[in-house]
């Protein structure tokens, strides 16, 4: 199997979620062996940032790389988009901190990248052949991913909250020729009362009900309920209606759970060379997912040592 890389450029412009400001990011061909980089080209001297888990800074809200001095967030969909599609090589620059939420899925990605078309290179693909189950389990979170050897990627998942609007899901993709009509559209999901302290905070300038799905499970007082409302700049809903509330229904029943597969997808991908596996996680998140891509990356040094 050979590299590959874009064909094309192609560029997406909208709103932060963190930080509401306009962003645009544009993904670039690259050279054989060039990885994933992003460029923070709002910065004097154009900073370079290596999208690889050792350079994982924060993932309280989403995942963010950093190179010592400059950082750039919300960069798991656009990852998980060319992970998904086979590319290899990638140059992303972005005119800002973190690239545009979009819609909260990573359609758009994959939209753009079928559009464009790949271009198959003359390197080899590193493929990483999983030789031994590889686990890690977060005991503050009950958090747990396996990686096993497997004849090709795949990965399944189970989400678990303690509510009755969602509850536990789970999602499988059994292979990645699937993912662009079966998870790519999946969007982010978050709960009223986690906005509560971020959009008090001042945290999340750029989130709305159209960029993700937004899941009201537990009662507040009419009046919170309407200024959270004000803050978000929707119109006043009734505070005694749980259910879902973002302006687009939900496209699957178990989208949540589709989201995190993406997110997985994209945390991993900061590998750094695609993987032959099967992956299984149980109550996933940006912190142990990237804490798992850090351990699945000292394992192929380990390897790597020992054939020398």
């Excluded at 950093?66 to 750039?72: L, R, T």
């Excluded at 990605?109 to 003359?122: A, D, P, S």
């Excluded at 189970?158 to 990645?176: K, T, Y």
């Excluded at 499970?217 to 009419?222: I, T, V």
Aim: aromatic share 8%; hydrophobic share 40%.
């Amino acid at each position: 199997m050979k590299q590959q890389t874009l064909k094309e450029s192609f560029s997406l412009t909208g709103k932060g979620l963190h930080t509401g400001l306009s962003l645009t990011v544009e993904f670039c061909p690259a050279p054989e062996n060039y990885g994933y980089k992003i460029q923070r080209i709002d910065v004097a001297g154009s900073a370079f940032i290596d999208a690889l888990a050792d350079n994982v800074v924060d993932t309280s809200r989403s995942t963010v790389l950093s190179n010592g001095k400059e950082h750039v967030s919300t960069i798991e969909h656009g990852l998980s988009a060319l992970y998904a599609l086979g590319i290899d090589n990638c140059l992303m620059k972005v005119d800002g901190p973190e690239f545009p939420i979009l819609d909260g899925s990573a359609r758009f990605y994959v939209e753009n990248i079928r559009r464009v078309g790949i271009v198959r290179q003359q390197a080899d693909k590193r493929i990483f052949e999983v030789d031994e189950r590889i686990e890690l389990f977060d005991e503050r979170r009950g958090s747990r991913l396996i990686l096993e050897p497997a004849d090709e990627f795949s990965v399944s998942t189970v989400i678990s909250f303690e509510n009755s609007i969602i509850s536990d899901q789970h999602a499988e993709l059994h292979h990645l020729s699937d993912y662009a009509a079966d998870y790519a559209s999946a969007r982010t999901f978050v709960f009223v009362r986690d906005l509560e302290p971020l959009l008090g905070a001042g945290l999340i300038k750029g989130g709305d009900l159209d960029n993700a799905i937004v899941i009201y499970e537990r009662k507040l007082s009419q009046e919170k309920y309407d200024q959270l409302a004000d803050i978000m700049k929707v119109p006043h809903m009734d505070a005694n209606h749980l259910g879902y509330i973002m302006h687009r229904p939900l496209v699957w029943d178990n989208e949540p759970a589709r989201h995190k597969l993406l997110d997985i997808i994209g945390d991993i991908s900061l590998v750094g060379c695609p993987i032959k596996g099967r992956i299984t996680a149980i109550k996933p998140g940006h912190a142990v997912n990237t804490a798992f891509a850090r351990l699945v990356r000292q394992h192929i040094r380990s390897l790597a040592q020992a054939t020398v």
